[in-house]
């Protein structure tokens, strides 16, 4: 499809509703356990799937899970200028957090990996400006009791450890994605804890957090986050907006798309498909859950290649889906500018002299101040170009 039509889309689709009287955050869903070479040894199982290989270059592109490619090449999601790319994109978008998707601590598979690359995310929001708020993948929990690393009566105690740790750390930091005062936390599925368990890690009435379960909203918790249920598209949307009318909180989805690699991967069948409808489905999905009146709204995802569900800018979508966001949320930063930093410090490597220039244009694009930013950039090519 061409930018023409794309453009004409966007502008025929409603204009953005009007502000409800508190505006609420928009929120985008982030994986942070993409590894990639060179920065790693390997190219992950989230690139690979056990059924791609990257190395293997096919019409200038390398082979990853996915329908989709980014934008910049599939890269490794612990390296610090990934990071700032991503979380200055958003900046740009009027994006104001994510909530990453979260293992715990344990060294079971990659969970030690996204555990130190979600450390490195607090920090890099800090800087830039945005939130953070925790998804806590409890499946994590019935993984290692099968491993046998933790003991099955160990459940309970398991996952208050884990939150409690979240209290004393990440709770506690400056970027940490609070509402009414109190740290989100939000819980991904139901193949981890049942809701007895829930209800002891989290008793009933205990105001420590604001728990959030995905779909419905177990006893435990203030409310429940939606999410895309590919076999069901918009009645599934409809659903949650009827059954969590009268919750205290609630966190409605938007999504631009739903198309996984399963198949092909050979691991399973498609979980079903939504069609990214040239757009619309983002367009209509995002609006639906700003009119709702939700304190948030989430985005399902930043970065979930494996799913097709990705607005981090694309190959095939380019940064319409970012595009698409700044309509609603009036910001109009200039979304070019993070990938050009991003290509700056990738020439840069070997030019440590530079970091303090390098990071000063950051600083300036987190700001909002575009001339300033174009016109370091400016003159660090200069630099970089002097004899």
Known sequence: MTYAIVLTLLLQTPPAPAAPASKPLVLVHYMPWYVAKPVSPVWGWH????????????????????????????????????????????????????????????DLFDYAILHRNTQALFAMAAKVGLKVG????????????????????????????????????????????????????????????????????????????????????????AGAFDWPVPKEGVSAIERFEVSSRDWPKRMPVAYPRFHDIYAEAKLHESYGRISDDEGKTFVKTL???????????????????????????????????????????GAQGDLKLARQLWDLRQRSKDRPELRAQLDGIARSIAKGDASAARKEMEQLVRKKNAP
């Not at 290989?53 to 610090?80: C, F, M, V, W």
């Not at 019935?142 to 990440?170: C, Y």
């Not at 970065?303 to 309509?327: C, H, K, M």
């Open 47 to 106: 690139w690979t799937m056990g059924a791609f290989d990257p190395e293997k270059i096919q019409n200038g592109k390398r082979p990853i899970a996915s329908h989709y490619t980014p934008l910049i090449g599939p890269y490794d999601s612990g390296d610090a200028a990934i990071m700032e790319y991503h979380f200055l994109l958003m900046k740009l978008a009027g994006i104001d957090g994510v909530i990453v998707d979260w293992y715990g601590r344990s």
């Open 134 to 221: 925790i998804c806590y993948e409890d499946q994590t929990i019935s993984r290692l009791v099968e491993a046998g690393k933790i003991k099955k009566e160990e459940r309970v105690s398991h996952a208050k450890s884990e939150i409690n740790w979240l209290e004393a750390n990440w709770f506690r930091e400056g970027s940490c994605l609070k509402h009414d005062g109190k740290p989100v936390l939000l819980s991904f599925g139901f193949d981890g804890l049942s809701d007895a368990e829930w209800e002891e890690v989290l008793p009933n009435g205990q105001t420590r957090v604001i728990y959030l379960s995905e779909h419905r909203r177990r006893a435990s918790a």
């Open 287 to 329: 609006e639906r859950a700003l009119k709702s009146g939700a304190p948030f709204v989430q985005i399902a995802t930043w970065n979930d290649w494996g799913e097709g569900t990705n607005i981090e800018p694309s190959a095939e979508f380019g940064y319409r889906d970012l595009e698409v966001i700044q309509r609603f949320t």
